[in-house]
């Protein structure tokens, strides 16, 4: 099993910034893709970014490309979302999952490990 746990969410203006941490443990961490997804009220959740185990590839849902960063560091255990120009439409529940075998992947259902979320909250 791997756990997960989600740090750094708060409440920014629009256009600032924050950036998410997500410390891993119970298993080997660099063998598992890591992905972000995040939920609003009265929505479905939805894929934010991924990256793969070696950290070399990412992929990014379109409505933050160009505004978020997802990033690893396996000798810390820890992957992280940098957030920039924060719009109020980013306002979610920020979770980060893992995975085995590829990042690719953008569908909840398939990531296995789910930590318990981070409140984001962008005002404007």
């Known amino acids: 099993q791997v756990q997960l746990v989600e740090t750094g969410g708060g409440l920014v203006q629009t256009g600032g910034s924050l950036r998410l941490s997500c410390a891993a443990s119970?298993?080997?961490?660099?063998?598992?893709?890591m992905g972000w997804f995040r939920q609003a009220p009265g929505k479905e959740r939805e894929f934010v970014a991924s990256i793969s185990w070696s950290g070399i590839s990412t992929r990014y849902g379109e409505s933050v490309k160009g505004r978020f960063t997802i990033s690893r560091d396996n000798t810390k255990n820890t992957a992280y979302l940098q957030m920039n120009s924060l719009k109020p439409e980013d306002t979610a529940v920020y979770y980060c999952?893992?995975?085995?075998?590829?990042?690719?992947?953008?569908?909840?259902?398939?990531?296995?490990?789910w930590g318990q979320g981070t409140q984001v909250t962008v005002s404007s």
């Open positions: 119970g298993r080997t961490f660099s063998s598992y893709a």
């Open positions: 999952a893992a995975r085995r075998n590829s990042y690719y992947n953008i569908v909840p259902r398939e990531y296995e490990y």
